[in-house]
Nanobody
Framework: QVQLVESGGDLVQPGGSLRLSCAAS????????MSWYRQAPGKERELVAV????????NYADSVKGRFTVSRDNAKNTVYLQMNRLKPEDTAVYYC?????????WGQGTQVTVSS
């Protein structure tokens, strides 16, 4: 069955870095655009970063541009989110998403907390 398993969330101090991973299985990973979303307490889920199926194009929310980098390894069926210069407002549950046409898959999320 389809699985998206996020990992790498942690408690980190402001200014620190984390790398999130999302391991995919059960579908043809290389055919899907992959995205990272996040949801903070009391807020709506928001799109953080998108990467095309080949990795040739990426897009970011304005709030993370220049700090976050999305990448993928189609040989490992894994997408990554490198997060640098983290801020307290980056605190959220981060979700991995796979999308292609009518197909839309979600992971269970991983908690990122930025606090001193």
């Amino acid at each position: 069955q389809v699985q998206l398993v996020e990992s790498g969330g942690d408690l980190v101090q402001p200014g620190g870095s984390l790398r999130l991973s999302c391991a995919a299985s059960g579908f043809t990973f290389s055919s899907y655009a992959m995205s990272w979303y996040r949801q903070a307490p009391g807020k709506e889920r928001e799109l953080v970063a998108v990467i095309t199926n080949t990795g040739g194009s990426t897009n970011y929310a304005d709030s993370v541009k220049g700090r976050f980098t999305v990448s993928r390894d189609n040989a490992k069926n894994t997408v990554y989110l490198q997060m640098n210069r983290l801020k307290p407002e980056d605190t959220a549950v981060y979700y991995c998403n796979a999308k292609r046409h009518l197909y839309d898959f979600w992971g269970q999320g991983t908690q990122v907390t930025v606090s001193s």
